[in-house]
């Protein structure tokens, strides 16, 4: 008796007929299965398999066959691939999140200081909003992310990385940005665009800066990322409240400028889930003070 013996005959009863199996999972002659099946069923010493005019019924002996048939053939390939596990050790694997517009500045930096350290591993990354990553945190799909400070999971330690301000994002043209920094009040009367629930974190922030600057304004549009905000800004000829980062990114019909007093700054952090043991973990927070000297080297 062969594996392959046990192959076919596990494939003919799944396929419950000779000539399906034959054509579609051995890809072979139904003959030859044919034979290939009596050849185990003398092996065996009792019948399998009973043919039938619209394929084959098992047998008692074929169902008692059929369970040890299948439990051989998941060990063999249970051996096969210890074997292959042992001549090939798969890489540690790290899977890092990033806040949507923030990888450019982040990634590399992070990516470097931990292959420096451990030129073998794999580093998975996804870019996302931040709710999402702090809900990837949770699960356990990522082992750190670059996010805010998400609330209500206090499974998620937060280790700061920069504390970004408030800027004012405006067309080129517009009159405002003859100013060199615009009062809270100066943004009254314009076509206001905010983000959206997407950014729950920074909509607080600003909402917050409005309410105690005793501006009222109603939003007229709500942007899901920075480049529907910055696109929005530009068509509408209207202005909004986004994070100094996005300096990096603006398109030549829409400018920034600082607020004038006490701008409020919101936290880019560093996440992870409090459980996770990953050494790889271990060792990046160890490195957070140089990777953000080494973004502060190269932003500024």
């Given at each position: 008796?062969?594996?392959?013996?046990?192959?076919?005959?596990?494939?003919?009863?799944?396929?419950?007929?000779?000539?399906?199996?034959?054509?579609?999972?051995?890809?072979?002659?139904?003959?030859?299965?044919?034979?290939?099946?009596?050849?185990?069923?003398?092996?065996?010493?009792?019948?399998?398999?009973?043919?039938?005019?619209?394929?084959?019924?098992?047998?008692?002996?074929?169902q008692a066959f059929l369970e040890h048939a299948r439990m051989v053939l998941s060990q063999v390939e249970a051996a096969a691939e210890a074997a292959r596990r042992a001549a090939h050790p798969a890489k540690p694997c790290f899977a890092m999140g990033f806040l949507t517009g923030h990888e450019l500045t982040w990634m590399p930096e992070a990516l470097q200081i931990l292959?420096?350290?451990?030129?073998?591993?794999?580093?998975?990354?996804?870019?996302?909003?931040?709710?999402?990553?702090?809900?990837?945190?949770?699960?356990?799909?990522?082992?750190?992310?670059?996010?805010?400070?998400?609330?209500?999971?206090?499974?998620?330690?937060?280790?700061?990385?920069?504390?970004?301000?408030?800027?004012?994002?405006?067309?080129?043209?517009?009159?405002?940005?003859?100013?060199?920094?615009?009062?809270?009040?100066?943004?009254?009367?314009?076509?206001?665009?905010?983000?959206?629930?997407?950014?729950?974190?920074?909509?607080?922030?600003?909402?917050?800066?409005?309410?105690?600057?005793?501006?009222?304004?109603?939003?007229?549009?709500?942007?899901?990322?920075?480049?529907?905000?910055?696109?929005?800004?530009?068509?509408?000829?209207?202005?909004?409240?986004?994070?100094?980062?996005?300096?990096?990114?603006?398109?030549?019909?829409?400018?920034?400028?600082?607020?004038?007093?006490?701008?409020?700054?919101?936290?880019?952090?560093?996440?992870?889930?409090?459980?996770?043991?990953?050494?790889?973990?271990?060792?990046?927070?160890?490195?957070?003070?140089?990777?953000?000297?080494?973004?502060?080297?190269?932003?500024?």
């Amino acid at each position: 008796m062969e594996l392959r013996h046990l192959r076919y005959f596990v494939s003919v009863a799944d396929a419950g007929s000779l000539t399906l199996a034959a054509e579609q999972s051995l890809h072979t002659s139904q003959p030859s299965l044919s034979r290939q099946i009596r050849d185990l069923e003398d092996e065996v010493g009792t019948p399998l398999l009973t043919r039938r005019a619209r394929g084959i019924e098992l047998t008692p002996a074929g169902q008692a066959f059929l369970e040890h048939a299948r439990m051989v053939l998941s060990q063999v390939e249970a051996a096969a691939e210890a074997a292959r596990r042992a001549a090939h050790p798969a890489k540690p694997c790290f899977a890092m999140g990033f806040l949507t517009g923030h990888e450019l500045t982040w990634m590399p930096e992070a990516l470097q200081i931990l292959r420096d350290e451990l030129p073998n591993i794999d580093v998975m990354i996804s870019i996302q909003y931040s709710p999402r990553l702090a809900r990837a945190l949770l699960n356990g799909k990522i082992d750190a992310a670059f996010l805010r400070r998400e609330k209500g999971m206090p499974e998620l330690a937060y280790r700061v990385l920069v504390k970004e301000p408030l800027a004012v994002i405006l067309p080129s043209d517009h009159r405002l940005a003859a100013l060199k920094a615009i009062s809270p009040r100066g943004l009254a009367g314009e076509t206001f665009v905010t983000v959206s629930d997407t950014a729950p974190v920074l909509r607080v922030v600003i909402d917050n800066f409005l309410k105690r600057s005793g501006i009222n304004i109603k939003p007229a549009y709500e942007a899901d990322h920075l480049s529907m905000g910055m696109s929005l800004i530009a068509s509408t000829r209207g202005v909004g409240l986004l994070l100094a980062y996005a300096q990096n990114f603006l398109p030549s019909s829409v400018t920034s400028r600082p607020l004038k007093g006490e701008t409020p700054t919101v936290e880019l952090v560093l996440g992870y889930k409090k459980s996770n043991k990953s050494p790889i973990l271990k060792l990046l927070l160890s490195r957070l003070g140089e990777l953000v000297d080494r973004v502060s080297r190269k932003t500024h």
